[in-house]
């Protein structure tokens, strides 16, 4: 599931473009909205870039 929402972001594809292995693209946006709604993803991104080696900053 978070494969598939990435591999959208980072194509910068429609949704409707997601390849089939990655599942539903209604599943797919469905999710992707409540986790960025409900703040999932803010919180996650916290933790990534408190966790990141000073040569990547």
Same mark, same amino acid.
């Given at each position: 599931? @978070?494969?598939?929402?990435?591999? !959208?972001? &980072?194509?910068?594809?429609?949704?409707?473009?997601v390849?089939?292995? *990655?599942?539903?693209?209604?599943? @797919? *946006? !469905?999710?992707? &909205? &409540?986790w960025? @709604?409900?703040g !999932?993803?803010?919180?996650?991104?916290?933790?990534?870039?408190?966790? &990141?080696?000073?040569?990547?900053?």
């Open positions: 599931m @978070l494969n598939g929402i990435v591999w !959208t972001i &980072r194509a910068g594809a429609a949704w409707h473009d390849p089939e292995r *990655y599942g539903s693209w209604q599943t @797919l *946006y !469905t999710r992707f &909205r &409540r960025a @709604l409900d !999932t993803f803010a919180a996650k991104g916290t933790g990534v870039g408190a966790s &990141r080696p000073s040569c990547l900053s």
